[in-house]
């Protein structure tokens, strides 16, 4: 099993920055990319960033060259900077993970992120 623990969120003013964290721990060897996906309110979640182990990234439209996603693999942490945010980037945002053990993503808690006018 992976736990995920997500922290960064907050309120900002649009045009601020934020920065996310999510830290793993467990069975982390076998995880092969890992990821952002946010959800507002009345509509479905949905894939912002996701890194994999070549370092390679993709984004979502809405955020291509605003958010930069990262990581640390020495502390098993990935970063999401989001920068010019926007009022439509409010919603939960969760941080995955894929796994070559398991056929199921694992998922963080979520934290919220609200950008206001």
């Known amino acids: 099993q992976v736990q995920l623990v997500e922290s960064g969120g907050g309120s900002v003013q649009a045009g601020g920055s934020l920065r996310l964290a999510c830290s793993a721990s467990?069975?982390?060897?076998?995880?092969?990319?890992m990821g952002w996906y946010r959800q507002a309110p009345g509509k479905q979640r949905e894939l912002v960033a996701k890194i994999n182990n070549g370092e390679m990234t993709n984004y979502a439209d809405s955020v291509k060259g605003r958010f930069t996603i990262s990581r640390d693999s020495a502390k098993n942490t990935v970063f999401l900077q989001m920068n010019s945010l926007k009022p439509e980037d409010t919603g939960v945002y969760y941080c995955?993970?894929?796994?070559?053990?398991?056929?199921?993503?694992?998922w963080g808690q979520g934290t919220q992120v609200t950008v206001s006018s």
């Open positions: 467990g069975s982390i060897f076998a995880i092969y990319a």
């Open positions: 995955n993970a894929n796994h070559r053990h398991y056929a199921y993503d694992f």
